[in-house]
Structure formats: structure tokens, C-alpha cells
T-cell receptor, first 113, second 109 residues
Framework: NAGVTQTPKFRVLKTGQSMTLLCAQD?????MYWYRQDPGMGLRLIHY???????AKGEVPDGYNVSRLKKQNFLLGLESAAPSQTSVYFC????????????FGEGSRLTVL | GQNIDQPTEMTATEGAIVQINCTYQ??????LFWYQQHAGEAPTFLSY??LDGLEEKGRFSSFLSRSKGYSYLLLKELQMKDSASYLC??????????WGAGTKLIIKP
């Protein structure tokens, strides 16, 4: 089992460019999440999905879009990258239900110049 | 607002015991996690407390007091590989997971 896989692992963008981060999980999990992690701050939720075809906004959704066309994949898009979006992005998944442990991908380090 | 407080950094000696505290102020409570995160890696699950008391798992133990809004993670027989950040997270009344900023633990020989 690969668990949760994120691509790419590293990316450098110029301001205004767009890109998509891909998250894939092979655990048949219903719930998937995108977080960003910045120094001195806790993980902040960008968007999440509770099932195929559904998405919802988290704490910091502005400047990002997501899609969950297939149960195993959760895509995070940056339409017009800004330096404030320089961060490490983590995808996570879990089984359905209100509580439960999150399984994380290895992270994607994005730098916007 | 909702808040989770943890010390920013702690230092301990190999072979010793260290206690990492976490206090939380959230709208409701539905469970508390501890995760370990090595530098440049993903967070990995350590423990989950939903009832008051101590949960022991090998060298690691986690304690919860819901009335005090308080938890701690106890690490015994410290090893160099325990050098990592330790993240505290709480499920609030809406089952949203609120994360602390993490405690960086430095182990010295």
C-alpha cells in the first residue's frame, strides 16, 4: 500500500502562474483534506471533501480551488499564484465518520517568487 | 476564538523523560490527537484520547483532562530518533480538527 501520495514534491512558480497539486490515496477513504503548514503556525485547512463529487471550504480557501472527480484523487489548484502561497502543502485522508485518525501524504513544498 | 497552546521548543537528554503539554480552548470537544512530525516529513499518528485518563503505548503515553482543557504527551527512555515536532489537535463540537503549532523536541546525547 502506498497510502497517500502527493505530486509534485517540490515546485517553484512565478507570481501569477497556475498549477495543480495531485493527491491520491489507495485506502478507499471517503474523506480527504488539503492543509498548508507555515512556520510557527498549526496546520490550516484549505479545502476538504467528504466523498466523491463533493468539496467544501476550510479555514483558508481564498486563492485555491479543488476537485474530487474520483474517490481516490483530490486535486488542489492555484489559479494565480502569489508569494503568500509559498508553503508546504499536505494532503490527508480518513475513513468516513465524525472522528478518526488522519493519514498524511509526504507534503509538497511550493515556492512562489 | 479557538486556540491550542503548546510550548514552541523543548530540549531533553537521551535516555531521559520529557513531558509535552497542550492546553486547548475550543467550542466543544470530541477527542484529542498527538502526531509526530520529523523535519521535512509528514505527520504520523501517535495517540488519540477522548476520555479522561492516561493512554499508554510503549515508550509514549498521553494524558487527558477534559475539565481542565489539558493534555500531555510523555516520552520515556528518549532516543535520538525522537527528535521531531509533536503536534496536538482537537476535534471541536463540529468535528473540525483544530491544530496547535507544534512543539519542536531536541534530544541531546
Amino acid at each position: 500500500n502506498a497510502g497517500v501520495t502527493q505530486t509534485p514534491k517540490f515546485r517553484v512558480l512565478k507570481t501569477g502562474q497556475s498549477m495543480t497539486l495531485l493527491c491520491a490515496q489507495d485506502m478507499n477513504h471517503e474523506y480527504m483534506y488539503w492543509y498548508r503548514q507555515d512556520p510557527g503556525m498549526g496546520l490550516r485547512l484549505i479545502h476538504y471533501s467528504v466523498g466523491e463529487g463533493t468539496t467544501a471550504k476550510g479555514e483558508v480557501p481564498d486563492g485555491y480551488n479543488v476537485s474530487r472527480l474520483k474517490k481516490q484523487n483530490f486535486l488542489l489548484g492555484l489559479e494565480s499564484a502569489a508569494p503568500s502561497q509559498t508553503s508546504v502543502y499536505f494532503c490527508a485522508s480518513k475513513t468516513s465518520g465524525d472522528t478518526g485518525e488522519l493519514f498524511f501524504g509526504e507534503g509538497s513544498r511550493l515556492t512562489v517568487l | 476564538g479557538q486556540n491550542i497552546d503548546q510550548p514552541t521548543e523543548m530540549t531533553a537528554t537521551e535516555g531521559a523523560i520529557v513531558q509535552i503539554n497542550c492546553t486547548y480552548q475550543t467550542s466543544g470537544f470530541n477527542g484529542l490527537f498527538w502526531y509526530q512530525q520529523h523535519a521535512g516529513e509528514a505527520p504520523t499518528f501517535l495517540s488519540y484520547n477522548v476520555l479522561d485518563g492516561l493512554e499508554e503505548k510503549g515508550r509514549f503515553s498521553s494524558f487527558l483532562s477534559r475539565s481542565k482543557g489539558y493534555s500531555y504527551l510523555l516520552l520515556k527512555e528518549l532516543q535520538m530518533k525522537d527528535s521531531a515536532s509533536y503536534l496536538c489537535a482537537v476535534y471541536d463540537s463540529n468535528y473540525q480538527l483544530i491544530w496547535g503549532a507544534g512543539t519542536k523536541l531536541i534530544i541531546k546525547p
